[in-house]
């Protein structure tokens, strides 16, 4: 899950990173009042999901209090990158002397949070990897001692942060860590954190990304979640407790357990396919969470044939099978189904689906070549 520019902000203020002062308003009117709050000059920024808010003319500063209900108005409403602006943040318009980029990811590799700095603020950290490689420092946190006083004074020295503002960066950076691990947080940023005209530092854009699996131990964060920005299909799944992505081939997919389900897509693509989604429907499936996951396939009209594939373990084949036939009553499926059911109860549930006027296979090639067979004649 993904937060928003001035949620991000918020939080990682409570951990004493430096941020404009400033509000998020949902029309002009209130845009106006922030402003006349404020009484300097702000800047209005968009607060969609998206990066290169910028660029694409989602941030644009304003002089008073009249401007800023103009320039609020024509961003309300703005389509950035398909995402529809509902709020905007009105902050006080930072005096920017220099941008640096700071942040922090797990680093699968090294198996460690690594916190990157770069004095090439302000644009996107892979263009600058890409890019300038060498003008990124990087440094690797042992998760028991946390970020290091000596880490952060190395970042500072490495992007060629004036002296007199180490002291303030190395508390930056050690909030920010602090902000990353306490939220179960896989992204934090500040792009661009600004060294200001009188020479202070100031973050100015914040990204954080949660780790929806700990999101049961963050209520206040779950409560952030910003359901515009998940498709309806994407909020049903999470409501049946489904992992669900939506991709954009022909072959709807259902299985059970994760790593099955990316075997699945592998075997589609082998056989020439292209899966319409990634869904896993868990461990202990019952009917019910079955019919929810093929009401989510078919509600994609790019599906032309739904491929079930399910390994019986603790999923029972059966209980897949009683899925199926009740979401076969309950639903209008105008598309073939193939399926593939293996192991736990498999001959219950094989007996089942052919009660019902349905056959299935164990081999998996053997249905997955059907599947891509059927999307091509469709
Ligand atoms: P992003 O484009 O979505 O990453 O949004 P940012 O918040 O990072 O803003 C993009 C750029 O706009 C920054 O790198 C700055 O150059 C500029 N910008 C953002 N806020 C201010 C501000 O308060 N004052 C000034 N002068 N520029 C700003
Ligand atoms: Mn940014």
Known sequence: MKLHEYQSKRLFARYGVPIPRGDVATTPEEARRITARLDQRVVIKSQVLVGGRGKAGGIRLANDPDEAEQIADAILGMDIKGLAVKKVLVDEAADIATEIYLGIVIDRARRRPVMMASAEGGVEIEEVARATPERIVRVTIDPFLGLQTYQGRELAFGIGLPKNLVRDFVKIAQGLYQAFLESDASLAEINPLVVTGTGKLLAVDGK?????????R????????????????EQEARRHGL??????????????????????????????????????????????????????????????????????????????????????????????????????????????????????????D??????VALAAEA
């Open 208 to 216: 954080v990304l949660l780790d929806d699996n700990a999101l049961f």
């Open 243 to 364: 992992s669900y992505v939506k991709l954009d081939g022909e072959i709807g997919c259902m299985v059970n357990g994760a790593g099955l389900a990316m075997a699945t897509m592998d075997i589609i693509k082998l056989h020439g396919g292209e899966p319409a989604n990634f869904l896993d429907i868990g461990g202990s499936s019952n009917p019910d969470k079955v019919v929810a996951a093929l009401e989510i396939i078919t509600s994609d009209p790019n599906v032309k044939v739904i491929l079930f594939n399910i390994f019986g373990g603790i999923t029972r084949c059966d209980d897949v099978a009683n899925g199926i036939v009740e979401a076969t009553k309950r639903i209008d499926i105008d598309v073939p189904l193939v399926i593939r059911l293996t192991g736990t109860n498999e001959e219950e549930g094989v007996r089942i689906l052919e009660g019902a006027g349905m056959s299935a296979a164990t081999s998996m």
């Open 218 to 233: 963050h209520f206040e964060l779950a409560e952030m979640r910003d359901a515009d920005s998940e498709t309806l299909e």
């Open 366 to 371: 053997e249905v997955v070549e059907r599947a």
